[in-house]
């Protein structure tokens, strides 16, 4: 109980094997990619180009949320503990996005439940460096171009649209508001055009109880507002959730 075995194959269809529990260190870098052996398929109706749902790769830098809301499974006290692309994660992390463009992935998805699990200085670093690597496609004298041993078209990486997920707590609440302003822009000039966060309520009552509005200086519907208007001034559509019949709600509150 408690532990999971990964079975795949690397670059040299080697094959491998990594045991999952809560007391080994793993870095999510050396696991095998997915889509090395099925192809991908997933339509994600976020993602369009010219009326085309776009194909769409999924893609997660860490396995876990480090907030605690209490109706979510996500989070690193239910999970067992906080795994990342680890020491040269941020290369390993492109390598794996020119990978999948390889495979014919159009867009990609982060299913992080919080974006490089937000800590902003990666979040930056990651946008900046993928930003490098669509100029270098740019400038590119051929349609095609290798990127980390990857012949690719260069214009599949121009192209390539992403989104990833983020809190109202993390936007909403930077000591310098400005952090998360500088973050999505320069998500927005790396290819993102969206993100997602969950809302799940505008009642106080409900939130407080459920252990999301951890700032508890400002309303949370102020934050939320804040946290909508932030990625509305970097460019970027938000997708959200609204939960019914969290704790504490009442027919007013809904």
């Not at 007391?23 to 696991?31: G, W």
């Not at 239910?78 to 992935?105: C, H, P, T, W």
């Not at 902003?120 to 990127?147: D, T, W, Y």
Request: glycine content about 8%.
């Amino acid at each position: 109980p408690g532990n999971s075995l990964i079975l795949g194959l690397d670059k040299k269809q080697e094959a491998h094997a990594w045991l999952i529990n809560s007391s080994i260190k793993l870095d999510l870098a050396v696991l095998p990619s997915p889509y090395q052996a099925f192809a991908i398929r997933a339509l994600f109706p976020i993602f369009q180009r010219n009326g085309q749902i776009l194909r769409t790769a999924h893609f997660m830098v860490t396995n876990a949320c480090t907030y605690h809301c209490y109706f979510c499974s996500e989070g690193v006290t239910v999970v067992g503990g906080f795994r990342s692309y680890n020491s040269d994660g941020m290369q390993r992390a492109l390598e794996k996005v020119i990978e999948y463009v390889s495979y014919g992935a159009q867009a990609l998805f982060f299913d992080d439940s919080i974006f490089w699990g937000g800590n902003f200085g990666n979040v930056i670093h990651f946008c900046r460096e993928l930003s490098h690597l669509r100029k270098l496609a740019q400038k590119s004298p051929s349609k095609m171009i290798n990127l980390f041993g990857h012949e690719v078209e260069a214009q599949k990486v121009i192209d390539l649209m992403w989104g990833a997920q983020f809190t109202v707590d993390l936007l909403a609440s930077r000591r310098n508001p400005e952090e998360a302003g500088l973050a999505l822009r320069e998500m927005k000039e790396a290819g993102c055009c969206y993100i997602y966060m969950g809302i799940e309520s505008m009642s106080a009552p409900v939130i407080e109880k459920v252990h999301k509005n951890i700032n508890r200086k400002q309303a949370w519907d102020e934050r939320v507002r804040t946290a909508l208007g932030t990625a509305r001034s970097a460019g970027i559509t938000v997708g959200s959730s609204v939960l019914f019949g969290l704790d504490g709600e009442t027919m007013e509150t809904i």
